[in-house]
């Protein structure tokens, strides 16, 4: 296990250069030929964040369930990581047989090639994030001290999903019926991890309970914890705990998956 860990560290700093190089190319490749270019980074939030915020806010008056900050903020907070969450949950743990050139031709690293593409991800998302703090501001809404948090949750958010494509970016590449199953659970998660509702406002106790072991439902309580709610993560044990444990047994899982099959998936693609 510690020599999986060694190798996963050790090809993650060798090809450090090259994560990097081949997460901006990612990047300019998903937005080069379109007319708007760059501008389709933020058209999907956009609609998005306005469709849910019409529906919510207006239609089903949603913003009694938060405080006293604008529901907009408190929506778009939640939803800007989600996007960065859902790329990873399905287009993530498929990055094997999406980058097959890598694992055939050069040998890339299996972990390296699930680092570059969250690390484009991860870069899309920051922008939006900055941008969306920057519209607020611009707006006369104040931020305090708590928000110093965000960079260390998006940190280990970026760690989580690391973990979760090399744990299931190789079986995926071996079982087509399991790509297709995270695909399917993708839309009812969003559903159920509070992105669009108020997890504190959950009046059932096994509610609140089984939420606090999904990881989506604790990135979205932590950036509100820090943008909207303004405390720190750490001073809830009841949020902390639970993903401790999740994160540990993703943790152990991704080295169990990246050990046994890590030599036998370029012969599967």
Known sequence: MFATIKQIVVDNYTWRHQIWDLALVDIKKTYRGAVLGWAWMFAKPLIYIGCFWFALDLGLRASDTVGDYPFILWLATGL??????ADMLTAGSGVLKRYSYLVNRIRFPLSAISSFFALSSLMVFAVCFVVMLAVALACGIRFDAHLAQVPLVVLVMYLFFVLWSIMTSPLTAISKDLGNLIKAMSLP????????????????????????????????????????????????????LPFAAVLTVTALCALLAHRQFSKGVADEL
């Open 189 to 240: 998660l969003f559903w159920v991890s509070g992105v669009i509702f108020n997890v504190s406002a959950v009046e059932h106790g096994w509610v609140s309970t089984v939420l606090s072991f999904n990881p989506v439902t604790f990135f979205v309580t932590a950036m509100r914890a820090a943008v909207c709610d303004r405390y720190w993560v750490w001073e809830k044990p009841e949020l902390l």
């Open 80 to 85: 800007i990581p989600w996007f960065f969450m």
